[in-house]
């Protein structure tokens, strides 16, 4: 049931709309004016008449969020980030640094998988990126376990032993050497990165730091459409997003023989 004061997804296919249900009347671009009060009282995923488009009642889920986002930066798609999570051993009480906010949807990946006992440290250099980055943690409740700090993934991380170091930054290869000094022996550095001369740079710079274990991989989706006539692929991949290389971090050779 939907109450007052819960954000609610409007959602039609391929378009959806975050809205906050406080019983105000609010003007919302696409759709027009709405009464939220109208929702109160609601099931969840049941319809609601908006204009003369219908529209499903839904919560709002990660896998949504670069329709809802406000996006400064380009965004890790969700389905790449669980992956990236996945590959770092990403979950409960897990205490993460991560290399540059931009608009948080790695962030939310990350802080999802941390869970409210974990906790995700990310450095990010633009003040205005954490704010918009922040606006968007704070519409999935995700900001309790986040800390943003202004600063260089590259130079400035504090903490120590951490579980995993993520970046998504241009340099990624800049950010090996205080990844290394950063994680926990056995925790994980990951990079998503763009292009293949990136990739090549960065695995480069994970080998001469003691990193093993390296994985580099794409992620890639292809969407099936079911119909009663006939299943295909969908005419729409993407067929390009980014890279990942992924590695833990072992003791250096100095450590390894004494
Ligand atoms: C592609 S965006 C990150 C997008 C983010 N992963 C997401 O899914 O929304 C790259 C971000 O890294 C930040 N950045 C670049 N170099 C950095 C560094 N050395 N330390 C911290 N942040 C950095 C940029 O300002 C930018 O916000």
């Not at 529209?55 to 389905?79: G, H, K, N, T, W």
């Not at 710079?205 to 274990?213: G, P, V």
Request: aromatic letters at 8%; hydrophobic letters at 35%; a negative charge.
């Amino acid at each position: 049931m939907i109450e007052e004061g819960t954000r609610v997804i409007l959602w039609k296919k391929d378009d959806s709309t975050l809205i906050e249900v406080d019983g105000e009347t609010k003007k919302i671009s696409g759709i027009g004016v709405v009464d939220t009060e109208r929702f109160i009282g609601k099931e969840w995923g049941s319809v609601v008449e908006l204009g003369r488009e219908e529209y499903r009642l839904f919560r709002p889920a990660i896998r949504d969020a670069p329709e809802f986002f406000e996006r400064d930066a380009q965004v890790i798609l969700p389905r790449v980030a669980v992956k990236i999570a996945l590959y770092c051993d990403i979950s409960n009480g897990k205490k993460v640094v991560e290399g540059g906010a931009g608009s948080g949807m790695l962030s939310t990946v990350l802080l999802n998988e941390v869970g409210p006992e974990g906790q995700v440290i990310t450095y990010e250099l633009r003040k205005d990126f954490i704010k918009t980055a922040e606006a968007n943690l704070e519409r999935l409740d995700l900001t309790d376990r986040w800390r943003a700090i202004h600063g260089d993934v590259t130079e400035d991380v504090k903490e120590e032993k951490v579980d995993a170091f993520v970046v998504d930054i241009p340099e990624a290869w800049e950010a090996v050497k205080m990844a290394k000094e950063t994680l926990k022996n056995g925790g994980f550095f990951a990079a998503y990165i763009p292009s293949t001369n990136q990739l090549k740079k960065t695995v480069k710079e994970m080998r001469k730091h003691d990193f093993t274990d390296i994985k580099s991989f794409e992620s890639l989706e292809r969407e099936m459409v079911v119909r009663e006539k006939g299943v295909r692929p969908s005419f729409d991949m993407l067929g390009h997003t980014g890279y990942v290389a992924v590695g833990r971090k072992t003791p250096s050779s100095e450590e390894k023989t004494s």
